[in-house]
Each structure stands twice: as structure tokens, then as C-alpha cells.
């Protein structure tokens, strides 16, 4: 018997609250270093918003391989086969490992060429470059963690990630705290305190989850390289391609977008900065609930069950615009706020800030369809057709023309923004069309 429409709504939520709630933890990282860094100045706030910017374009391709094993992992979850998810942990372990070496060689030797081409002050320079120095080395951490909680989300035990961002959260704000401020005689690092707070948090929660991993019962207890490991891994990166090719385009974009942003005026750009965490918190809570939306249709599949996912998907994406509305009403009550979140900044980020808030405040109503949308079709095995979307409208239509905007006719900050969200406006008629086909083909 197919479930009712509330045992759906259950069964997403008891996996998406605590997959929200990780990203939401996991961002608060950056917001919290933003507030400590923001009275030291405007250059230490765009040093910092210009390394991390780079930082998060690697974590984001991180980020998109762990998922493509987190829908394999669901998978095999479904179908209770622990050879299978000893096979995919093995696999995506080598692969994220391989790809964090060749990336941070990547920014050791092409980072400071590329903080110089964005930038022209010397100062601003000076201070980038010695976050990112420290920061690179998140890279080399966070290919274990990112693999884990993707193992852990599969499995549908999204609390224990969880657990270890509760754990990193309130050391990183102390720690980072003392670095940036320094305590008694101690004067402390300026900017690159919050990068060695980042590097020693996260480095403590990759010992959580260690630790948890080897209490787990998922895997298989002789835990040794198999013979077959690179053809394994030959097969897993074959599947998983399409689906983190998806959501590197995306983080490729989203980084585009700061370094054109980066152009502008200093003080719009120390507004965007301020700004930005926000904003990525609202998306992390969508983006949690579609994360376990991918999750339970891979388990659905797994089971054997595939005649429930229509019924499901349109439950889940009815409960995410009831979200976005929620969230929207919080970003406008977040605008009415600045001046008391950040008092010490320009009279001129103030304004930019009020410019751009209406762009904000709608921003879920637009993005989160194509949210929900784009990991439900994932999860289906449509991947290459929800990549030709975000290529095309992000890559070919979204950029150019914020480029344009930006570099050759020097508009103002409202209406460089406003891209992110017309990019989602022009999203939503092809993922209604894929979603619709792929539906009724299950259905029938």
C-alpha cells in the first residue's frame, strides 16, 4: 500500500531537519567569522571574502563528488547491502582524497596569480594572501569529512553529522575569538586568526567522525584495500560524474559570481560580503530538504518501490515553497536589522545593503522549486538533462550578462545581484517540463 501524503512528509522531514540543520552549522563557520572579522576593518572583511571565496569554489567540488556517493549510498542503503556500501565508501574515500591533493597543489601554485589578477591594492593583496595560505589546508581535512557525513546522510543517519558541528561550532567562535582579538597580553592575528579557527575546528570534527565510522555497523569489518579498488573506483567515478558535474557548474557559478562582484566598489562588495552568509544559510535549509528528498527517492529505488516517488516528490515540493515563504518573511525581518547586526560599518555598505534587500527577501520564492526540482531529477538518473539546464541559463544567459553589467557598463550593485535571482526565473519552465515527463513515465 502506498504511504499517505503525511507518512512522506515524516519520513522527509526526519531526515531533512538534521541535514538542514548540518548546513545551517556548517555556514554559521563563515557568519561567524564575518561578524569577528567585520570591526577590524573593510580590507581584513574583503581579504577574508575573497580568499574564502576561492576556498568555497574547491569545497564545492568536494562537496559535488560526496554527493554523487551519497545517492549511491542510498541506494545500497535501500537494498540493506553492506558489501555494496563498503564498496561506495572505499571508492569515494579514493576519489575525494585524490582530487583534495591535485586542488590544493592547484591554489599552492596558481592562488597568488589569481589574487593578483583580481585585485590591485597592495594591502588587500597582502592580507588575502596570508588567509589563503592557511585556509588551503581545509582542503586536505574536509576530504575526509565531506565523505563521511555524505556516507553517514546515505545511510540515513543525518544526526550524526550533526553532532560534529555542534562540536566544531562552539570551539571555532572560541578559538577564532582568541585568534582575531587575542585575550590579555596577547594581541592576536587579525584575519588569519579565523583561518587557523576554521583549520583546527573542522580538524576536530574529522576526529569525530572518525570515530564514529569505526563504531558504525554499515561496513563491512575487514576494512582492507580490495584488489578490485581502482576498477571500483573506475566504476564509481563513472557514476557519480554526472551528478557532481551538476553541482560543480553550480558552485563554479556561484564563485563566478563573487569574483565579478569583487569588482564593484569596495563598500558594495563589503556589503555582499555581509550579506552573502545569510543568504547561503536560507538556501542550506532548502537544499538540506532536497538533499533528503534525493536520499529517501535512492532508498525508494533501492527498495523497489519506484511507483511511490511521483506522490512523494510532489509532497516534498509543496512543503519547500511553504519553507521559502517562511524564509522570505525572516530575510525581510533580517533587512529591518542591519544597522543592529553590524553597527560599526560605512554609512555606503549601509546603503548597498538596503539596495540590494528586496532582491534577498525574494530570492527563496524563486530558487527554491529549481532546488527541490533539480536533486529529485538527479536522484532519478536525469542528471545530464538538469546540467544542460543549469549550463545553459547559468553559463551562457546568467553570467554573460552580469559580466556586461559589472565590467562594461558599470551598473550599480542592485541590478548586478538581481542576476542570481533571474537566473532561477529563467530555470523554472525546463525543470517543470523534465519534472513532469519523469513523472508521468513512472506513473506509467
Known sequence: MTPSRSAFAKRNFSLAWPLALNALLMQSMLLVDTLLVAPLGVRPLASMGIATTIIALVLGLQFALASGTQLIVGRAKGSQDKAALTKAFKSGLLINLTTAMFLWLCILFVGPSLIAVLIDDPALIEL????LSIARYLILITAFTQLCTS???????TKVPLKGYLIELPFNIVVSFVLIHGIGEYT??????????????????????????????HLESNFRPSNNLLTDCRTHFKEILPIAANFMVLSLGMSVYQLLFAKLDLYSYAAITLIYPWIRMGSLIITGWAHASAINISQIIGQKQSDEIPLFVNVS???????????????FALSQSMTLIYPNIAPESHLALAAIAPIYILLPLVRTYNTVAGHSMRS???????????????????LPICALMVLVFKLSVFWVFAMIAIEDVLKAIPFRRLMKSTLIKLEN
Open 128 to 131: 588575502t594572501s596570508a588567509y
Open 151 to 157: 556516507f553517514f546522510n546515505g545511510c540515513g543517519e
Open 188 to 217: 592576536g592575528l587579525g584575519a588569519t586568526g579565523a583561518a587557523w579557527g576554521s583549520l583546527t575546528a573542522v580538524g576536530l570534527r574529522m576526529f569525530y567522525l572518525f570515530y564514529c565510522l569505526k563504531k558504525s555497523s
Open 317 to 331: 515540493i509543496r512543503l519547500a515553497m511553504l519553507i521559502a515563504c517562511f524564509l522570505s518573511l525572516l530575510f
Open 380 to 398: 532519478l538518473g536525469q542528471s545530464l538533462k538538469v546540467l544542460r539546464i543549469h549550463f545553459i541559463n547559468q553559463w551562457l544567459i546568467s
